[in-house]
Structures are given as C-alpha cells and as structure tokens.
Nanobody
Framework: QVQLVESGGGLVQAGGSLRLSCAAS????????MAWFRQAPGKEREFVAA????????YYADSVKGRFTISRDYAKNTLTLQMNSLKPEDTAVYYC??????????????????WGQGTQVTVSS
C-alpha cells in the first residue's frame, strides 16, 4: 500500500509561480510511475504530467508544456510539480497519483491505483 499527501497549493496571480509537493509513504516499488492530475469545477479530472520513478522519463499535457516541470526525489520519496507562468485556466484541485507496471505514456487516470486527497490551486486574473 502507498499513501500520498499533497501540499503547496494556494492563491496566485496570473503569471506567477507555485510549487506543489507529494509525500509518499508505505511500500513502494521500483517500477512505479507517478503523475499529477487536476480537476476544475464542473469538469472531469485531466492529466497534467507523469514521470517514471526509475529513469525519470517525463510526459506533459500540451496545455502545460514549457511552463510546468515534474520531478522526483528518491531519498525523500517525494514528487514535485513546479508551475510557472500560471494562467487562470490552471485553476483546479491538483492530485498526486502512483501506479505499478504502467506501459506507454502513463496519461490515463485508470492506470493509477493510488491517489492523494488533492490541493487547491487558484490563479486570479
């Protein structure tokens, strides 16, 4: 079992930056992939970015390429999302996720078994 806890959300003006963190605990596996998803009011949860725990291969949604960076810290078992040049459309609850044995790009919600509670990000214009 893996437990995930997000932190770092808040209110920021358009053009600003925010850094989200996800702390993982429990029994982890070396072939895990981890990702960030987000859900805005009235919309379905959507993919933001993913990273493979071993190798560090990353994949980003087109809407955040060049602005967001996903990374991981092996020693601290943490996942990070650095968000720059934020836009009002980035406003959403951001969720951390983890999955085992994921093939391909890892951008589908159904590929992940473990989820955090979410942290609110609000970008004002």
């Amino acid at each position: 079992q893996v437990q995930l806890v997000e932190s770092g959300g808040g209110l920021v003006q358009a053009g600003g930056s925010l850094r989200l963190s996800c702390a993982a605990s429990g029994r982890t596996f070396s072939n895990y992939a981890m990702a960030w998803f987000r859900q805005a009011p009235g919309k379905e949860r959507e993919f933001v970015a993913a990273i493979r725990w071993i190798g560090g291969y990353t994949y980003y949604a087109d809407s955040v390429k060049g602005r967001f960076t996903i990374s991981r810290d092996y020693a601290k078992n943490t996942l990070t999302l650095q968000m720059n040049s934020l836009k009002p459309e980035d406003t959403a609850v951001y969720y951390c996720a983890a999955g085992v044995g994921i093939n391909g790009l890892g951008r589908l919600e159904s590929q992940y078994s473990y989820w955090g509670q979410g942290t609110q990000v609000t970008v004002s214009s």
